[in-house]
């Protein structure tokens, strides 16, 4: 019975936080939902989460292949290990904080909001990295496996979890407006601390193969 629950769990967790920080997405969905209402919200929101689902789906085939090819995996550790510090380098000490800008967002037709949904989670590359590092991460410490029913328990979960934060999102426009001036002024040091957390779990990874 575990076996079924911890896959629906991770997905659930891992999309949440995925997808939690204020971004294009999420912030499109609460304003569609201020401006249009929230039927044409929820529309724009099942169009993202289509293709965060092939997306996700795409990036647990990838990493099955990686996790059984363990010197692509350790391979792909140690560039991974490059990106993460040469990213938390950048945030923490080069990257200036963006300008967070008020302005409402202008969409086209009210009509379309579907497509839309569709057209900006298909810009955002962000899910199939993170996915494949959650994935094998999860199967490095035998709590996730490549098995036909787990993985399509897991993208449940990720289309649950994506779901929820994007109706949160819908839902509770007013009270995260007032929070976002925050996550801007300190974006960068999040995104830093993040991949310096990644950088340190892989380094970890890395010692562990060789010793």
Do not use: W
Not at 100 to 108: P, V
Request: proline residues 3%; glycine residues 6%.
């Amino acid at each position: 019975m575990m076996s079924l629950i911890l896959p629906l769990i991770f997905g659930f967790f891992s999309s949440s936080v995925g997808i939690a920080f204020p971004g294009l997405i999420n912030m499109t969905a609460a304003k569609v939902s201020m401006r249009d209402g929230r039927d044409r919200a929820l529309l724009f929101v099942l169009g993202a989460v289509i293709i965060i689902f092939f997306q996700t789906m795409a990036a647990v085939f990838f990493a099955r292949f990686i996790d059984s090819h363990p010197d692509v995996t350790n391979l792909l550790r140690e560039v991974g290990f490059g990106v993460f510090i040469a990213l938390t380098i950048y945030f923490f000490f080069i990257a200036k904080a963006p300008k967070h800008k008020k302005e409402e967002l202008k969409t086209q037709s009210k009509t379309n909001r579907f497509f839309l949904g569709m057209l900006l989670s298909s810009l955002n590359l962000f899910p199939i990295p993170y996915y494949v590092f959650i994935t094998i991460t999860l199967a490095s410490y035998r709590l996730f496996s490549f098995e036909s029913m787990s993985i399509f328990i897991y993208l449940l979960g990720v289309l649950v979890g994506s779901f929820s934060v994007f109706y949160y999102y819908i839902t509770s426009f007013v009270k995260i407006e007032s929070k976002t001036d925050f996550f801007f002024r300190n974006i960068n040091k999040i995104i830093g601390t993040i991949t310096g957390i990644v950088s340190l779990i892989t380094l970890i990874n890395i010692i562990k193969y060789y010793f």
